[in-house]
């Protein structure tokens, strides 16, 4: 079984592109908190509340850590997501982890991000542009199968 982490954007439905595109192949998918809320305000909702935004986001990114830190130690490929609408800093770090501990890594970004992400994606073996692609790559990674 492939251990697969799918980090990044939260805001479209490219987990679950991959996700059922990859149905049939023999793996395993993690994935950060992608209830924004939930991610944001678990700090506080475990350890209790902050008065400063500055804490309540450190607590909450401390939790998060936790997970994904994990996450990105037990997976064999670690698939980035950088979207069109926001700035994923978060998705960076991830990456750099991924890169640093020697994990494969497939970046998926719109060609638009090409230059702003030139060192990022310089560290992985991939860069895709769909989904579609990241689900190939794995089918080629697991059964040497081109796409039809």
């Excluded at 950088?82 to 770090?93: I, M, R, S």
């Excluded at 190939?136 to 039809?148: S, T």
Aim: hydrophobic share 45%.
């Amino acid at each position: 079984m492939l251990n697969v982490y799918l980090s990044g954007e939260i805001h479209t439905d490219w987990r679950d592109q991959i996700e059922n595109g990859a149905a049939d192949l023999d793996v395993h998918f993690t994935a950060p908190v992608t209830d924004h809320g939930a991610s944001d305000d678990c700090g506080v909702a475990i350890l209790g509340g902050e008065d400063s935004k500055f804490w309540h986001d450190h607590k909450g990114a401390k939790l998060n850590a936790i997970r994904t830190r994990q996450a990105i130690e037990e997976a064999d490929i670690v698939v980035v997501r950088f979207g069109d609408k926001y700035k994923q800093w978060n998705a960076a770090f991830d990456a750099g982890y991924a890169a640093a501990l020697g994990t494969s890594l497939i970046i998926l970004q719109p060609e638009e991000h090409d230059h702003a992400l030139k060192e990022v994606d310089a560290a992985a073996l991939a860069v895709a542009r769909t989904p579609e692609q990241v689900v190939h790559i794995l089918r080629y990674v697991l059964e040497g199968k081109l796409p039809k």
